[in-house]
């Protein structure tokens, strides 16, 4: 973004199931609005929106048109451009660690709403091979509707990982939803 090239691998996730998941955009209470219209469109594009009016985040869209779904983007490692994304951040550490960090790392404001993420200025590519064991799940973070659904997943090793005290279990072990 601003004609800078910086690269981050996406190491953390939260995932939001559409009309059925209460603590979705597109929650069956809220349905299609101004702010979440997106969500209801195309997969592979930029879900940006404020959290508290502070933060920018970013979901990529990820259900079939008229399906709102969609998977929050909560951590990357910085790969190419750390200059920048510290220029950005104002030096605060850590730069990728967290959705609203990353969002103002990569520099991504509501401008991006609606993107198409196969194209410029900002695109998703294949990351880093990971196994299995590598991936952990845990409860979402910051939500009070369906907080304990095992939906949000990252990559244990990771310093790009918000809340590595909360690691959670190893993929595909038992959690009662």
Do not use: K
Request: charge should be positive; glycine fraction near 14%.
């Amino acid at each position: 973004m601003g004609g800078v090239r910086t690269v981050g691998v996406i190491v953390e996730t939260e995932a939001y199931d559409g009309p059925n998941d209460p603590a979705s955009h597109a929650s069956t209470v809220h349905g299609p609005t101004a702010r979440n219209r997106v969500m209801f469109g195309q997969p592979g594009r930029a879900y940006v929106y404020r959290s508290y009016g502070v933060h920018w985040c970013m979901n990529v869209v990820t259900g079939r048109e008229g399906i709102a779904q969609a998977v929050l983007i909560r951590g990357i490692e910085c790969v190419e451009g750390e200059v920048a994304m510290s220029e950005r951040r104002r030096g605060i550490r850590p730069l990728g660690a967290g959705p609203g960090r990353l969002a103002e790392a990569l520099g991504i404001t509501d401008e991006l709403y609606g993107h198409d993420l196969r194209r410029r200025p900002l695109q998703l590519a294949r990351g880093w091979a990971v196994s299995e064991a590598e991936v952990g799940t845990s409860p979402r973070v910051g939500v009070s509707a369906a907080a304990d659904w095992p939906y949000r997943f990252f990559v244990r090793s990771s310093a790009g990982v918000s809340r590595p005290e909360s690691w959670g279990r190893p993929r595909g072990s038992r959690a009662s939803v």
